[in-house]
């Protein structure tokens, strides 16, 4: 079987890998396998507790996509690309055993824990992470 190829997402390449319309704005990488999306990866934003807002690094795979761990690093890689050396946040979710050393190899440290999971960050998140990135719109069902 041949790898997935990896590209900028589309509002369509959300819906036909959630299921459902965008609600949230994000930059983000689909995995094409097989003509159809099998995995997404990006960054959005949401709102922090300060009302400021706050950078978060995503990622979702279907069970397809965990046979090619190297093309995965890979665009994990490009991914991050998109930060532009801007400070983001990430939820290690507890129902992804291999976030936390997944995002480790990716430069994050380890910053908080909360009932959601584990959140890790990468760079100063302490301020505001408000430069624009071109946006497509989603909405993610789990982090990193």
Excluded: Q
């Amino acid at each position: 079987m041949p790898a997935p190829v990896f590209r900028p997402a589309t509002a369509a390449d959300l819906i036909a890998f959630y299921g459902r319309p965008p609600p949230a704005s994000v930059r983000a990488l689909v995995a094409i396998l097989d003509g159809r999306p099998v995995g997404v990866a990006g960054i959005k934003y949401e709102r922090g507790a300060d009302g400021g807002k706050l950078l978060v690094a995503f990622s979702d795979m279907g069970p397809e996509l965990r046979a090619y761990p190297v093309a995965v690093m890979r665009a994990a890689r490009r991914t991050m690309a998109l930060l532009r050396g801007r400070p983001v946040i990430a939820l290690a979710s507890p129902a992804e055993p291999n976030a936390p050393a997944f995002l480790a190899r990716l430069g994050f440290v380890h910053a908080a824990s909360t009932a959601e999971g584990e959140i890790y960050r990468l760079g100063d998140t302490a301020g505001s992470a408000s430069t624009p990135v071109n946006e497509v719109s989603h909405d993610h069902s789990t982090e990193a």
